[in-house]
């Protein structure tokens, strides 16, 4: 499996929330949530991998508040969510056709 630079780029550059509606078991954005900083962020409940997340969503970007710890892009938010490593994301995001 070979992945070229421009399909990393695509999944550095792909909107969290389309990463998480394909991954994940179950979403759901919670509506109260006011961002203090970026008006575009938001805050979504998950379920993945047979755990639950919060996470705060930016664009790309992700914000897991409970284990303080983020990234950005596609391959960063599959690796966290199933515990996979890169080349595993890559296959599961290949496999999505993402």
């Known amino acids: 499996m070979r992945i070229n630079n421009r399909q990393l780029a695509r999944w550095q550059n792909l909107d969290a929330v389309v990463v998480l509606a394909a991954v994940a ?3 759901k954005r919670d509506d109260s949530y006011q961002p203090r900083k970026d008006c575009a962020s938001s805050r979504w409940h998950v379920s993945a991998g047979g755990h639950d997340y919060e996470l705060l969503i930016t664009g790309a970007k992700f914000w897991d508040t409970r284990a303080r710890r983020g990234g950005g892009g596609a391959l960063d938010l599959v690796m966290h969510l199933l515990s996979v490593d890169f080349r ?11």
């Open 88 to 98: 595993s994301a890559s296959r599961h995001l290949q496999d999505l056709r993402l």
């Open 25 to 27: 078991d179950h979403t």
